[in-house]
């Protein structure tokens, strides 16, 4: 099956800092990405489609300045956490599109960012 | 709106059949049933999908009633390492909508 990582897959980083996180499509090419945010217990909430090479499109209650997206190439994603608070403090999961059908949507193993 | 409706959390003993179900009351006539699954601090797996027909394959079977109001999901021969949260979802069967999780079914296997 299409494989997908992301980097790293655990950060700690302090109030106010911003941290970046990487998502890659390994063997194949994603027209569309998401990204996933995933609070303790709690199911997998949706936070953002990126298209390679234009605007992500945000969930509603989602702040575009604070979560940038950047999918400037077919198998890489970034997603950046700016002025990261402890509330933001979640395990992010991105997913690669592989093809049409809902099935080849792909997830990756996700990154656990802790904000203190 | 949650469009699948699961039970939080079930139970199985390690080596018997798990029966995971889903009811799906207003699926539309071209959404397929997913079945996807959790393990802990790990990105969610593809298990299987249908559309109206039973299917199986190496991880599991997937049964939807004949009126397609409701599906169940089998493990057949449950182990240690099927323990995991279990999402239901529906959605078309192509197209670039992105899945979308509801609170899923937390499958504990006991030895």
């Known amino acids: 099956g299409a494989v997908v990582s992301q980097h790293p897959s655990w950060v700690i980083c302090k109030s106010g800092t911003s941290v970046k996180i990487e998502c890659r499509s390994l063997d194949f090419q994603a027209t569309t990405m998401f990204w996933y ?60 599109r592989a093809g049409t059908e809902a099935y080849e949507q792909y997830f990756g193993p996700g990154t656990r960012l802790t904000v203190t | 709106d949650a469009k699948t409706t699961q039970p939080p959390s079930m139970d199985c003993a390690e080596g018997r059949a798990a029966n995971l179900p889903c009811n799906h009351s207003t699926i539309s006539g071209n959404e397929y049933v997913y079945w996807y699954r959790q393990i802990h601090s790990q990105g969610p797996q593809y298990i299987i999908h249908g559309l109206k027909n039973n299917e199986t394959n190496e991880m599991a079977s997937l049964i939807i009633t004949e009126d397609r109001k409701s ?32 609170k899923g079914t937390r499958l504990s296997v006991i030895a």
């Open chain 2, 71 to 102: 599906s169940t999901l089998i493990l057949p021969h449950a182990t240690l390492r099927d323990t995991a949260v279990y999402y239901c979802i529906v959605r078309v069967y192509s197209g670039n909508t992105p899945l979308v999780f509801g």
């Open chain 1, 37 to 96: 945010r995933q609070f303790p217990k709690q199911s997998l909430m949706l936070m953002a489609t990126s298209n390679e090479g234009s605007k992500a499109t945000y969930e509603q209650g989602v702040e575009k300045d604070k979560f940038l997206i950047n999918h400037a190439s077919l198998t890489l994603s970034t997603l950046t956490v700016t002025s990261a608070h402890p509330e933001d403090s979640s395990f992010y999961i991105c997913s690669a």
